[in-house]
Nanobody, 119 residues
């Protein structure tokens, strides 16, 4: 059974930092692309950051220069370091594991962790 368990969310003041973690089990972590997405109320889920199994990173335009994604294959964990947080970063943050093998696509989601940026 595949599980993605996020942690590290919470309430932070504007300009502050948080570090999210996503621990994966039930998959071979190193062969998946791992990502973070977020969804604010009444908005569509959007890409925050992704790190491919080859270590290539990609970021959403709104977080470039402020957020950093990293992965630890030994711990089967992906992290999202969030700095200079803004109120508009408030959302539920979801961890994602994705891979394509031939004609099959594998896509798994965590249950999400709430991040609230407010004074």
């Amino acid at each position: 059974q595949v599980q993605l368990v996020e942690s590290g969310g919470g309430l932070v003041q504007p300009g502050g930092s948080l570090r999210l973690s996503c621990a994966a089990s039930g998959i071979i972590f190193s062969i998946y692309d791992m990502g973070w997405y977020r969804q604010a109320p009444a908005k569509k889920r959007e890409l925050v950051a992704v790190i491919t199994r080859g270590g290539i990173t990609e970021y959403g335009d709104s977080v470039k220069g402020r957020f950093t994604i990293s992965g630890d294959n030994a711990q089967s964990t992906v992290y999202l370091q969030m700095n200079s947080l803004k109120p508009e970063d408030t959302a539920v943050y979801y961890c994602n594991a994705h891979k394509i093998r031939g004609l099959l696509e594998y896509n798994y989601w965590g249950q999400g962790t709430q991040v609230t940026v407010s004074s």
